[in-house]
């Protein structure tokens, strides 16, 4: 098992900012891809970003590039989500998840999930 948790949602106004932490509670994420995803109300969990292991690679989804960063520090066993110019159309759940390997783009690639946190970006 790998206990996620995520902290940093709150309610911004559009072209705000905030970042999002994701730790592991008692266990390296040293061995394990992340992924950051989102649901909004009414819809399907849409992938985020992504990185692997080490950090020296990342991906993101085209509605977030440019405006969204992923990181992660392993030595505190952490992942970030720092997001730019929020919009309105990014109020969401937002849920970081881990994998055994790399990277991945698809919900059911990953095998740990946070319980989330509430992000809403007010107009």
Do not use: H
């Amino acid at each position: 098992q790998v206990p996620l948790v995520e902290s940093g949602g709150g309610v911004v106004q559009a072209g705000g900012s905030l970042r999002l932490s994701c730790a592991a509670s008692g266990r390296t994420l040293l061995s394990y891809g992340m992924g950051w995803f989102r649901q909004a109300p009414g819809k399907e969990r849409e992938f985020v970003a992504t990185i692997n292991w080490s950090g020296g690679s990342t991906d993101y989804a085209v509605p977030v590039k440019g405006r969204f960063t992923i990181s992660r520090d392993n030595a505190k066993n952490t992942v970030y989500l720092q997001m730019n110019s929020l919009k309105p159309e990014d109020t969401a759940v937002y849920y970081c998840a881990a994998r055994i390997g790399g990277g991945a783009y698809t919900w059911n690639d990953y095998q740990y999930w946070g319980q989330g946190t509430q992000v809403t970006v007010s107009s």
